[in-house]
């Protein structure tokens, strides 16, 4: 597999630095609110880099971390009159709840800061003893930014660069104001732990070289290309200091989500969380709006965006229905398939899994899925193709390969029956469509046609599309969905 890693910045080989065995670690949330659209894209990045690999036979050890006290938490805290504990416990099972509901895998370790303390503390003392930190007359632990040679190395910043906009603060006991802090002397009512130093708490950057030591050298250490720096650059700097060897092989970053072309904030009253979002949209249109586009592009998450992933999920499930009724049949006939139909059939997973290993396009491999869906669709529509055993044995196929990019994507898993009948709901959902009123016009008509009554079936059927649904007679009954 070929991966851009943002140290270096180009695409390289992946290849484990431990045969048949990956580690990633992937910089979790900080626990003080509920998880926006740019946290889902990062999870979903990562889960589906980690499905991939293990679909190509790799041992994957995966950590995502929790930040779990931490200025925020205490700021949340202190303005709700709760304990800081109970905040981040809070949004710690809000994650997993929105996460769950996205289909991204639990991850195989979830390290909190506040369980890591020990292990935080030595590395700061092994830091101190190395010459690489100091600890302050009040208690606060920083390190020596300016004498360690290849700080900036993945962000690409130089220590000039960095000089020009530093400052020290009022109060701050620093040598040099480009050190940052690896342990905080503990101001009054806020949460400590005793160290060597005093009361305290620990840094923001230290807690992931301390639940990443374990495993060193990671394969692939991941992240919002929003924490490259200071937070990926300061993992570098403690942990390959105190370690004196590399901490990840791979840095890989995923780009922004905007809205509507505008970056997201709260100040511009713009922010979307994943349950506003899920509100009005199936999750899986959701996760499927949010891999149509390679990870480092920046998305732009639009209603319009939302609609198109919709569709495509429509398209594929549509076809997945289709192709389990066909069969349903019992006789075959043995018409031989097209050649060429036979040919593109047979190149089209590789060129899938070619896509992934691409440093993980998954909008190609969409594109792939739908080429796939294509033929099927193609074959369902010739009845002499779609009672043929070589038919047969092509949409058998079909299903098996929709569980192949379940297993990679987490997308197309579902009951296909289901799935729509879910999309019709959502959709109605927001049309505030009465959905009572819907059935029970569809059930008039049910009963006009029974007897007969053509006319009074369509005007039945004009009353509903003036609500914006449109039916459809089949062997099996009406159906009908948004227009
Ligand atoms: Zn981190």
Known sequence: MQLYNT??????????????????YVCGI???????????????????????????????????????????????????????REVAETYMAAFHEDMD?????????????????????SLCARLIEAGRAYATPSGDVYFRVREYGPYGKLSGRSLDDLQAGARVAPGEEKEDPLDFALWKAAKPGEPFWESPWGKGRPGWHIECSAM???????????????????????????????????????????????????????????FKTIRDILASWLPEALRFFLLGKHYRS??????????????????????????????????????PLP???????????????????????????????FSQVRIVNRLLEEKALRVSEAGRDLLQDFLARARQWEASLGLFGQDPAAFLADLRTMRATRCQLDLGRVEELLHMRAEARATKDFARSDA????????????????????WDME
């Open 212 to 270: 990443s030591e374990p495993y060193l050298p990671l394969d692939i250490h991941g992240g919002g290309q929003d924490l490259v720096f200071p937070h990926h650059e300061n993992e570098i700097a403690q942990s390959e200091a105190a370690c004196s060897c590399e901490l990840a092989r791979f840095w890989v970053h995923n780009g922004f989500v905007q809205i509507n072309a505008e970056k997201m904030s709260k100040s511009l009253g713009n």
């Open 339 to 369: 050649a060429a139909m036979q040919e593109e059939w047979a190149a089209l997973p590789a060129a899938f899994a070619a896509a992934l290993d691409d440093d993980l396009n998954t909008a190609q491999a969409l594109g792939q899925v």
């Open 460 to 479: 039945l059927r004009d009353a509903l599309l003036q609500m914006g649904v449109s039916v459809r007679d089949t062997p099996e009954g009406q159906t």
């Open 30 to 84: 900080t626990a003080y609110d509920y998880c926006h659209i740019g946290h889902a894209r990062s999870a979903l990045v990562f889960d589906v880099l980690v499905r991939h690999l293990r679909q190509s036979g790799l041992d994957v050890h995966f950590v995502r971390n929790f930040t779990d006290v931490d200025d925020k938490i205490i700021k949340r805290a202190n303005e709700e009159g709760r304990d800081w």
């Open 7 to 24: 140290l270096g910045r180009r695409k390289e080989e992946f290849i484990p630095l431990r045969p048949g065995k990956a580690h990633i």
């Open 101 to 121: 509901r996205l289909g991204v895998l639990r991850a195989d370790e979830e390290p909190r800061a506040t369980n890591y303390i020990p292990q935080i503390q």
């Open 298 to 335: 920046p998305i732009d998450f639009s209603p319009e965006g939302m609609e198109e992933a919709e569709k495509g999920l429509q398209r594929v499930y549509t076809s997945l229905l289709e192709a389990r009724k066909a069969l349903e049949r019992t006789s075959w006939k043995k018409t």
